[in-house]
């Protein structure tokens, strides 16, 4: 196979830009560097695409190798044929090339090897040929013998049907098959272990639906539902369909031999064919549907990540408790701790009152901007406490609810307590609540992302794929918008391109031991930090106020001198840069001409265009082109004050599959389904929303007892809003908008 023809096929891609790109990853290219720095050798193939492709040739690189072990072991055995040969050549995936190896493959004990080592296997093949002149118990009278356990006619006919169903077993082509079968007629059965039990799966406790439509949150739904016990989940198929497919090509007389052939078929599907099929369906099934959870999980990581920082701001952190008290930390604009306490504010009314006054000496001290507040346990009375603190003091404060997800884990995690010894866990689940409002990025970098919660059914997916993705949308992000050389944290730089943990350390450590950075050189004087890993890092870090102004922008040190020639042909220097910028650069290098410079300067148009940017802003953070978070100031409402109709302002803080979890300031997040997303259509609600987005929204309806909210974010006329309905993707008969509301937010919880 030629990978990267295939490859350019899958990808729509020039067959020389795969070539290029592929030469990158094997020199150990690292994705954010190639994205960013080699835009003119991939053809300016951004993250995403590369990661995808990466995975796809590592996939696809393991199929050729898997194959030529299969061949060689093929081989040893001298069985093979131009026909299998041929065969393993057309395979596409590592399911089909295992199929062929099957009948090849040293066996465990069964049924047929067993019949083999009585020496039935002769009479099989016999059998096989369904001669109308062959009476096979006449030909089984032959075969009897007592000392290798074939007593009778009936146990030499019964062992030569086994060896048939195993052979039919083994064939790669009716299993081929009856997959696609299945996938096209099967049917999911869902059905209760026990129908009088109460779970958050009864949804499920007699549910049915075609292979082909199962929507992944069903599937996963399903899958834990099992592995919790509450369900029994199986493949249902059309026994005639599927027997048929075996018939056609097995059959080829109606004579004795011929109704044993049969049997032995029959045998053959349910004992060892369906229940392998079922499997690998399933399996399948739940592959795909973790592949694309995690994928939905990612893009919410990737936004969550890259939300707009609160700069500039003193931020009072309070992480909500109650018997234990709510820890408050007071963090300055870059991070630094100036002040902690613990406040009561569910015990007492005096308890409450000294709070209060706590709080209000805090803002007037240090200035406070905003109060950044978690939303775990007891973050509804805290919020409630916020609200009346802001509309008794003088200063102009907001406050904002935060997910706080993960920031247990933080406090108690070795990172913490190297970065924090001096202050307990309580203290540091309240800096961190307040750091990532002031910096999501490098606040959450801190943090395992699967203990990020935005996501479905995380703790059910394969780990290591998991951690990888997510690690790569991580990476991705901390490089897309960069760091600060001399104030990030090793966790933050540990992420850089090119920069391992140790490393990392060991930045920090020169940073600590020998003051600032002033230029991008002094990374070569980092221990273990070499060449390669320098060409790698060095775009990605930024350099404030240092000997050079090109440090402090994302243009790479070997294109230093390309920079330097483009500032003199449009009429700039570097001092101009330091200056704050070269405002007017693009308009300059367009009226000259971009193709030309390009030519003159000897880099390509896309890495040109990228300098012309960085120098018009240097230090620019793309986030700050964002919406900022959604800042409230007061009014609290609670779930029963909601009614239907109500328009309100949120922050969507999770999209699963089949809609989005949006926070509209009472503590429960309302559920926004994805026919009330748009009028559009869309496949996924990812098509249209983001995690951090800030959204309009109306209230459908309140179950108060049950705490559940449904909204809309059609806020159009009412023939506008039921156009979706109208369509291909309406709600499926049946749609219970309060099992999913039920289902859903227990999976959340979880």
Do not use: W
């Not at 390669?532 to 230093?560: I, M, W």
Request: aromatic share 6%; net charge negative; hydrophobic share 35%.
């Amino acid at each position: 196979m030629d990978i990267n023809k295939k490859l350019a096929d899958e990808f729509n891609l020039r067959k020389e830009q795969v070539d290029n790109t592929v030469q990158l990853i094997d020199e150990d290219m690292t994705i954010p560097f190639i994205a960013r720095y080699r835009k003119e050798v991939t053809g300016s193939l951004d993250d995403q695409t590369l990661r995808e492709l990466s995975d796809r040739l590592t996939y696809l690189r393991n199929l050729e190798k898997r194959k030529e072990e299969i061949s060689n072991a093929i081989t040893e055995q001298e069985k093979m044929t131009p026909e299998i040969e041929n065969a393993i050549a057309a395979a596409l995936t590592l399911v089909e090339v295992e199929d062929i190896y099957r009948p090849f493959k040293p066996k465990r004990k069964t049924r047929a090897s067993n019949a083999r080592e009585s020496g039935l296997e002769p009479l099989a093949v016999i059998i096989m040929e369904q001669d109308n002149n062959t009476d096979p118990e006449k030909e089984a009278e032959n075969f009897i013998d007592a000392e290798k356990k074939v007593p009778d006619i009936k146990s030499a006919l019964q062992g030569a049907m086994d060896i048939i169903a195993e052979d039919i077993s083994d064939d790669a082509d009716i299993r081929k098959k009856l997959r696609a079968l299945a996938g096209s007629e099967g049917k999911l059965l869902s059905k209760a272990s026990d129908p009088e039990a109460e779970s958050v799966y009864q949804t499920y406790y007699d549910y049915s639906e075609p292979v082909g439509k199962a929507a992944n949150h069903r599937i996963l739904a399903m899958d834990r539902g099992e592995k919790e016990g509450f369900l029994k989940v199986s493949l249902s198929l059309d026994e005639t369909l599927a027997s048929d497919i075996i018939y056609g090509k097995y059959i080829k007389a109606n004579n004795s031999c011929g109704e044993l052939v049969r049997t032995a078929a029959e045998d053959s599907y349910k004992r060892l064919i369906f229940p392998s099929v079922e499997r690998e369906i399933r399996s399948e099934l739940s592959a795909k549907a973790a592949e694309d959870s995690i994928k939905v999980f990612a893009s919410n990581l990737r936004q969550l990540l890259l939300q707009a920082p609160i700069k500039n701001s003193v931020v009072l952190g309070l992480d909500p408790g109650y018997l234990h008290g709510c820890k408050t930390a007071v963090i300055d604009p870059t991070g630094k701790v100036l002040d902690h306490d613990i406040i009561y504010i569910t015990t007492s009314k005096g308890a409450y009152e000294a709070a209060k006054n706590k709080v209000k000496q805090f803002i007037e001290k240090y200035d406070i901007d905003v109060i950044s507040i978690g939303n775990g346990t007891a973050s509804r009375e805290t919020e409630t406490f916020a609200a009346e603190v802001i509309k008794e003091v003088s200063r102009k404060v907001g406050y904002v609810v935060v997910s706080e997800a993960g920031a247990s884990v933080y406090s108690a995690s070795k990172l913490a307590a190297e970065e924090f010894p001096e202050y307990d866990v309580s203290v540091r689940g309240a800096i961190s609540i307040a750091r990532r409002l002031q910096d999501p990025l490098a606040e959450l970098v801190k943090i395992e992302p699967k203990a990020i919660g935005v996501g479905q059914y995380q703790h059910d997916m394969p780990q290591a794929r998991m951690n990888d993705a997510l690690s790569g949308v991580v990476e991705d992000c901390v490089n897309s918008v960069g760091v600060d050389l001399n104030t990030a944290s090793y966790s933050l730089l540990s992420y850089v391109s090119g920069i391992n943990s140790a490393v990392a350390k060991n930045i920090v450590a020169y940073r600590e031991e020998n003051g600032r950075f002033t230029n991008r050189k002094q990374l070569m004087k980092v221990p273990k930090l070499g060449k390669k890993a320098f060409e790698q890092c060095a775009g990605f870090l930024r350099v404030r106020d240092g000997d050079n102004p090109l440090d402090n922008t994302a243009v790479h040190p070997e294109s230093y001198a390309a920079a330097a020639s483009l500032l003199s042909e449009c009429g700039f220097t570097l001092a101009d840069v330091s200056a704050g910028g070269a405002a007017g650069i693009s308009e300059k290098a367009d009226k000259i001409g971009i193709e030309k410079i390009s030519g003159t300067i000897g880099i390509g148009v896309p890495t040109l265009t990228d300098i012309i940017s960085e120098l018009k802003k240097p230090g620019r953070d793309l986030r700050d082109e964002l919406p900022p978070p959604l800042v409230r100031s007061g009014d609290i409402m609670e779930i029963k004050d909601l009614k239907p109709g109500m328009e309100l302002v949120g922050t969507v803080r999770n999209i699963i599959d089949f809609g989005a979890f949006v926070d509209i300031g009472v503590h429960e997040d309302g559920l926004v389904h994805i026919s009330q997303i748009t009028d559009k259509f869309i496949k996924h609600p990812l098509d249209a929303i983001k995690v951090g987005q800030v959204v309009k929204v109306k209230v459908l309806d309140v179950d108060v007892k049950r705490s559940r909210i449904s909204l809309t974010m059609l806020l159009g006329d009412k023939k506008k809003q039921n156009t979706r309905k109208d369509k291909k993707d309406r709600k499926p008969k049946g749609f219970d908008l309060n099992k999913i509301h039920n289902s859903s937010f227990r999976i959340k919880q979880k």
